[in-house]
C-alpha cells in the first residue's frame, strides 16, 4: 500500500442515527462543506437509486451519478464527469464498493468527500484508502479521508447480518495491528504514534466489551465509531499500521491462496485471534473468542471453509503479502509444521474458553 498522506484533520461532522438519509440536506446545508450547494451524489445500483428517491427533497440541484463494480476504471470514469462541473463537495452514498469509488475519484480532482454509510461491513466509511479492483486483481490506495460522516442504522439494521458481522471482525482486528505494532517498536525500534494507537484501540475496546447484540442501536452506534475512529488513526499516523497487522495479513493470504473464502473482515478476525494466541497473550486471547463468538463470527478454520492445512498454509504465506510489515507471524517465523503444532494447542485453548 502506497504512504498515506499524514494529516490531523479530522471529520467536520459524525453523525451516527436513523435517519440520516433522509436529513442529508441538514448537513450540506453547512457552509463548510458547499457554500454554494453545487453537488455530487454518487450511489450504487440498485438500493442507492432509492436512497436517491428518499433524500431528494434534500438534495436540490444536485446532480447524481450511479456508479457499479468497484474498479479503478469506473472511479476514473466518475472522476472525468466530476471534472466537468465545479463540484463543492462529492457525497457517497451507500456501501463499501460506492463510497471506495466516490473517494478515489474526488481525491484524484481534490473535491471534498462526504461518505453517508448504509452498511457497517468495514473501516473505509472514514479510512485514508480505498480497495478498489483492476485488471491484476484488488489494490490499495491512498486517499483524503472524508469531511463528514453519516451513518444510517435504519439501513444498517435491514441489511444482511454478515455485513455487520465483518466489520465487527474488521473493528476488533485492531486490537492485534496495534500489538504488533508496539512489537515492532519493541524489537526494531519501529516509529509509533501514540495517538494513531489510542484511537484504533479505544475503539475496538469498546466494540468488544459492548454487551449488546448486532440488532441493539447501542451496539451498532459502538460498531460505527470503532471503525470510523480506525479509520482516521490510519489517517492520523499516515499509515494503516494500527488498522493491519498480522491478522491482515492471513487475510490477504487466504484472498490469495483460497479466493472467495469470506468477507474480508470475517478473515481478520480469526486471524486476529489466532494472532493473539500465538502472541501468548491468553486474557486477550479469551476476551476476543468470546465476542467473536458471540456475534456469529468464525473462532475456527472450518467455519470458513478451509481445512486445518489451509489455513496453516494461508499462515505460513501470509508474511509475504506485506513482506515490509513486521508482525508475530514475522518475530516467530514459524515453520509449517510449527504451525500444525500451534493450531492444535489454538483449538485445546477456544474449547476451555468457548466450552
Request: charged fraction near 20%; glycine fraction near 12%; aromatic fraction near 4%.
Amino acid at each position: 500500500m502506497p504512504l498515506l498522506a499524514r494529516t490531523v484533520a479530522t471529520p467536520l461532522s459524525i453523525e451516527v442515527r436513523r435517519g440520516a438519509v433522509a436529513d442529508l440536506g441538514s448537513l450540506l446545508a453547512d457552509r463548510r462543506i458547499s457554500s454554494g450547494g453545487d453537488v455530487a451524489v454518487v450511489v450504487g445500483p440498485g438500493q442507492g437509486e432509492k436512497i436517491v428517491e428518499l433524500c431528494r427533497p434534500s438534495l436540490g440541484s444536485a446532480d447524481v451519478f450511479t456508479v457499479a463494480g468497484g474498479s479503478v476504471d469506473s472511479a476514473n470514469e466518475l472522476g472525468d464527469q466530476l471534472r466537468r462541473r465545479n463540484y463543492d463537495a462529492v457525497v457517497g452514498i451507500g456501501g463499501g464498493k460506492t463510497i471506495d469509488t466516490a473517494k478515489y475519484a474526488a481525491t484524484r480532482y481534490g473535491i471534498p468527500m462526504v461518505t453517508v454509510a448504509t452498511s457497517l461491513a468495514n473501516d473505509g466509511i472514514a479510512s485514508p484508502v480505498a480497495s478498489l479492483t483492476h485488471e491484476g486483481g484488488k489494490g490499495s490506495y491512498g486517499v483524503h479521508i472524508p469531511i463528514a460522516v453519516l451513518v444510517d442504522l435504519d439501513f444498517v439494521e435491514n441489511g444482511p447480518d454478515r455485513q455487520t458481522q465483518a466489520g465487527i471482525g474488521d473493528a476488533v482486528s485492531n486490537l492485534s495491528a496495534c500489538a504488533d505494532w508496539e512489537l515492532a517498536h519493541e524489537v526494531r525500534g519501529e516509529p509509533i504514534d501514540g495517538l494513531a494507537v489510542t484511537l484504533a484501540r479505544t475503539g475496538a475496546e469498546a466494540l468488544v466489551n459492548h454487551p449488546g447484540k448486532i440488532t441493539d442501536d447501542g451496539f451498532l452506534t459502538t460498531l460505527a465509531e470503532a471503525l470510523i475512529l480506525g479509520g482516521i488513526s490510519m489517517s492520523i499516523c499516515g499509515s494503516s499500521r494500527p488498522a493491519s497487522g498480522g491478522d491482515h495479513e492471513i487475510s490477504h493470504a487466504i484472498d490469495h491462496l483460497f479466493p472467495s473464502t469470506a468477507s474480508h473482515g470475517e478473515q481478520a478476525g480469526l486471524g486476529a485471534l489466532f494472532c493473539t494466541f500465538l502472541r501468548g497473550d491468553l486474557e486477550r486471547f479469551g476476551q476476543l473468542a468470546r465476542c467473536l463468538h458471540r456475534h456469529g463470527l468464525s473462532t475456527r478454520p472450518a467455519d470458513l471453509g478451509l481445512t486445518d492445512e489451509q489455513f496453516v498454509e494461508a499462515v505460513a504465506f501470509a508474511p509475504h503479502t506485506r513482506p515490509d510489515r513486521y508482525t508475530i507471524l514475522e518475530h516467530l517465523a514459524l515453520s509449517a509444521d510449527d504451525l500444525r503444532t500451534r493450531l492444535g494447542d489454538y483449538v485445546d485453548a477456544l474449547r476451555e474458553h468457548l466450552g
